[in-house]
């Protein structure tokens, strides 16, 4: 979509070309998107039904094959280039960019549910369904930098706001900022609801709850610059520049950031109409939160 006027400049794919079999394995389930990066080569995507795609950037399918397990989040090394894919079951794996010579990286205990890569390329950073942060160095992931601890409940969204920091949002409500210098958490925001999405603006933190977007300054995240109500809910964004491209269950909104922070009117994107019929697969859904254990005397999470 450009971001200046709202138009569809390219389609890289629909749901009925998601691909029934890869390689002889079948694909699972009803298709639909549920990743997606970009790198010096063009574009790859994630499916529900645990395939994996790469594009060129004039909408060539260059790859397909079929992830380990349903894949949670994809990114693309700025160093080497490489797929990286987290998973359901706690792995992460990096596959060149043809989708080949898949190597494994690190495992979790439990659902790691988002992945990122250091703006070096130097380390990425895995959270999970356990409360955890974890810091490891690229390629060379068994070597743990650092565990991030502070969240009480899961941990599902994280975003580099500069060389040294990072941000993170769990089912606890919480926004936290971390050092990575030091390991610790700096600031701590509460939100009535979770948040259900993170992306870093210059200087800028763009948050997203079911049915909300704000804007909070990166330094102090207690700082809510601006904040409006998406009509139709929010189902996924997409930040551009000072653009922010909004999925909603009636189609896809582009909304402008000014240099102070302050979100403008929406603007329909009237050439995406075609979203609403798949939007409502998309609707991001957040784990349970976990229940305090039934024993008499204490409460005890697990």
Known sequence: INAEYGGVLKHFATCGEVPE???GK???GVAFISGIASGRDGVVTSSNNKVLETWSWSGERLASTVAVKRPTAVQVSPTDGRVIVSDKAGDAYSYTFKLTDRHYLLGHVSVVMDCIMSRDGKYIVT????????VSHYPNCYNVQSYLMGHTEFVHGV???SDTTLASIGGDCTLKLWDLTTDTCTSTHTSPVPFTSI???PSLLLLSTADTLSIHSANNPNNQI????????VASTAVSGD???VLTLSGVLLYSIS???VLGEAVRVEEAVEAVQWSEMVVSKLPERKKPAGVKGFQAYF
């Open 243 to 245: 653009t922010v491209a």
């Open 199 to 201: 992306s870093y603006l």
């Open 159 to 161: 975003v580099h706001t």
């Open 21 to 23: 079999s890869v390689e």
């Open 127 to 134: 959270c999970d369904r356990d409360e955890k942060i974890r």
């Open 226 to 233: 601006s904040t409006v109500t998406v009509p139709g809910g």
């Open 259 to 261: 240099n102070d922070g």
């Open 26 to 28: 079948e694909c699972e």
